[in-house]
């Protein structure tokens, strides 16, 4: 394993801990997991899971087996850390913003779903998520520097495609309008897009790079490329199209 991949975010947290130790008692981290990423991520996300021991060894399995997975992380909280006004750099960011560890849970989800464990991918998945208020599908692929803020009910669905440094609020929703099958049924959104609380994009369609959705649009077609969006109105279209009654 790179020795040198979160470290930075380890130094940072073992500062707060030694002026703070209650906080590591408070989150269940232990002394021992201040050796490498791979530790204390598991410890953290252990922690949300009322300390569960096969997350913790999970967790620490997954990123040691895979340490670009850890320079993801890494590079996820540099930019929540950047990009939110909250104090307490890197380390606050990894310890407290449910979002940001929303996504850390759904980097180890995905790598299992990519090794072929569906079923222990998704078993995790829904473990973290009780603890979350998420429910990111492992299959979802995100790319680097995604910003989660808040966290608190966003939905992704298996074939979403987030693309690198996107911003998301809480309460989103990136779903299949059930009309859509096969390999795109979701969402795809583009570099550098902002997609605000409570927006809800549905189906094979595509948010452009750079483009912002405002809070609680409901958005059914392709956004350009640096545009912004903002509507929610319903409107009739005809018949209802869909029925899971007999």
């Known amino acids: 394993m790179n020795n040198e ?10 500062r707060l801990m030694e002026s703070r130790p209650e906080i590591a008692t408070m989150l269940g981290i232990k002394a021992s997991a201040m050796g490498s990423f791979a530790d204390l991520a598991a410890d953290v996300l252990a922690g949300l899971c009322q300390g569960n021991a096969q997350v913790r060894d999970l967790v620490s399995r997954v990123f040691r087996d895979n340490p670009s997975l850890v320079a993801l992380c890494e590079h996820d909280i540099a930019e929540t850390a950047r990009r939110n006004f909250e104090p307490g750099g890197v380390a606050a960011t990894l310890l407290f913003a449910r979002g940001a560890q929303a996504v850390m849970a759904h980097r180890v989800s995905h790598q299992l779903w990519n090794d072929g464990d569906a079923d222990l991918s998704l078993a995790f998945k829904a473990r973290c998520d009780r603890a979350l208020a998420t429910d990111i599908h492992p299959g979802a692929r995100i790319g680097a520097g995604f910003w989660l803020d808040h966290g608190l009910g966003f939905v992704a669905g298996e074939t979403v495609h987030i ?50 959705v405002a809070a609680g649009s409901i958005v059914l077609q392709d956004v350009p490329d640096n545009t912004a969006v903002v509507g929610t109105k319903a409107r009739a279209i005809g018949a209802a199209r869909i029925s899971f009654i007999e």
Not at 5 to 14: H, M
Not at 174 to 180: E, F, K, P
């Open 5 to 14: 991949a979160g470290q930075g975010v380890v130094l940072e947290v073992r």
């Open 163 to 212: 693309d690198e440094e996107v911003s998301i609020w809480h309460g989103v929703t990136l779903g299949s309008t059930l009309n859509d099958s096969g390999s795109t049924r979701h969402p795809a959104v583009g570099r550098g897009a902002l997609i605000g609380a409570g927006a809800i994009v549905l189906g094979n369609i595509r948010i452009g790079a750079g483009a912002n």
